[in-house]
């Protein structure tokens, strides 16, 4: 399926807003490393910029919480952690997914395999 | 300590920022997301090799981060975020910037026949309309519809020389000038069509570069031409009634004719340079600006 398809994009969004809240359930990291270790995962990132404006509405949600960070090499970076929140969020997330998934699983399966 | 980068490398980085500024317009955390990619980039350069940032170097960071317009969908509705890109866009910059060119030179040519009356229609519009057809038809294989738009400026063309025997017969015969009429209203229409689709093509084009204000301007430029044509047309009609009131006899009506189009032609140029050839301009300086696919482009720049 072509990365561009709309289906595509929108399933796509929620997984990487998931993703996101997963790997900062894991640590507090930079936004490069938080987009770099996304962008590694093979057909979730189409491209990196995008995570910023998914990033900024988790912060604006109150999802996410960001500090600055001093750093040697040039102006203060921010680290991005979960919220109580946001942990709240990621479990709900967690559960739906299962179910989903779950249920996704169910229809796909032959009429042969269901039980 | 910030890295330092090539002159080049620093001026991509810095168009990149300007155009992911106009593309989030609007956006309530624009600041924020800016500073974002600001991190993002400074991150991606300490991950390189010591050194002076190179220009290959920052395209290919900046062609990770992708389109800045990406982004913008990425903010808004659900639907925007869903659209397809439509097949028939030019994707290459460089190329885009080099047929607008030849677009803009096509037009040119037809602007400059505005001070030459008479002369204008057969010859410049003629020649612009050849180099017109001739840049739509050798423009690069994606972009379907101004291929099918080079047809067009063909049998405009056909019409423009058709209106030539014409105009001389019936300076001879004035009954065939009811025959040229249609012909001239035909090529005239079809005029306001190409102009009005291939700047929806260049928008369009211009667009796929994230230079929004620049898409704005061809599409306002467009609508303006069409009116401002529109309106002269009906001025000239108007006037060829007025004068056929007067029973002048014919060498005084052409007379007449010849001293009003004279004097409307800085009236002419003028919307040929405001509404065509700037925008046009506008156009090619942001397409030639645009970053293209990451070393493509770096190798074109160099």
Redesign the interface.
Same mark, same amino acid.
């Given at each position: 399926m072509d990365d *561009?398809? !709309?289906?595509l =994009?929108?399933v796509k %969004?929620g997984i990487i807003e998931m993703a996101i809240l997963n790997v900062l359930a894991g640590e507090a990291m930079?936004? +490069? %490393?938080l987009?770099r270790m996304l &962008?590694e995962v093979p057909g979730l990132v189409? =491209?990196?910029? =995008?995570i +910023? !404006? /998914? /990033? *900024?509405?988790l /912060? *604006?949600e109150g999802m996410v919480i960001a500090e600055l960070e001093a *750093? &040697?090499?040039? !102006?203060a %970076?921010?680290v991005y952690a979960l919220s109580p929140q946001g942990r709240r969020r990621r479990t709900a997330m967690a559960a739906a997914w299962k179910r989903i998934v779950a249920a996704i699983d169910r229809l796909s399966a032959t009429p042969g395999d269901r039980t | 300590m910030s890295r330092t980068r090539s002159p080049e490398a620093a001026h991509l980085e810095r168009d990149y920022l300007e155009r992911a500024e106009r593309a989030l317009a609007g956006h309530g955390d624009r600041a924020g997301i800016l500073d974002s990619l600001r991190e993002h980039i400074a991150a991606a350069i300490d991950d390189l090799p010591p050194g002076e940032v190179g220009l290959v170097q920052m395209a290919t960071i900046i062609e990770r981060l992708g389109p800045p317009d990406r982004m913008a969908e990425e903010s808004s509705s659900p639907a925007a975020a869903a659209a397809p890109v439509p097949p028939t866009r030019l994707t290459d910059h460089v190329a885009a910037a080099r047929l607008v060119q030849r677009l803009r030179t096509a037009f040119l040519v037809g602007v400059i026949g505005l001070f030459v009356p008479v002369v204008d229609l057969y010859l410049c519009e003629s020649a612009s309309l050849i180099l017109l057809a001739s840049a739509l038809g050798s423009a690069p294989v994606r972009s379907g519809n101004l291929r099918s738009l080079a047809r067009l400026a063909w049998i405009a063309l056909g019409l423009c020389l058709a209106l030539f025997p014409l105009g001389l017969v019936s300076l001879a015969a004035p009954a065939f000038g009811l025959i040229s009429l249609p012909v001239s209203i035909a090529h005239t229409v079809l005029h306001l069509v190409l102009c009005w689709t291939v700047f929806g093509e260049v928008s369009a084009l211009v667009e796929d570069a994230s230079a929004l204000a620049e898409r704005d301007a061809l599409l306002r430029a467009r609508t303006a031409y069409l009116i401002a044509t529109i309106a002269l047309s009906g001025l000239a009609l108007m006037i060829g009634v007025v004068i056929s009131l007067f029973r002048l006899q014919r060498v005084e009506q052409l007379m007449t004719v010849a001293v009003i189009q004279l004097l409307m032609l800085p009236l002419a140029w003028l919307l040929g340079w405001w509404l065509i050839l700037n925008p046009l301009a506008k156009a090619q300086r942001a397409l030639t600006g645009a970053p293209t696919g990451g070393a493509q482009r770096a190798a074109a720049m160099a």
């Open positions: *561009s398809d !709309p289906w =994009t929108q %969004r930079h936004g +490069y %490393r987009v &962008a189409v =491209t990196e910029g =995008t +910023y !404006p /998914l /990033l *900024s509405r /912060l *604006s *750093s &040697a090499q040039g !102006p %970076r921010k | -």
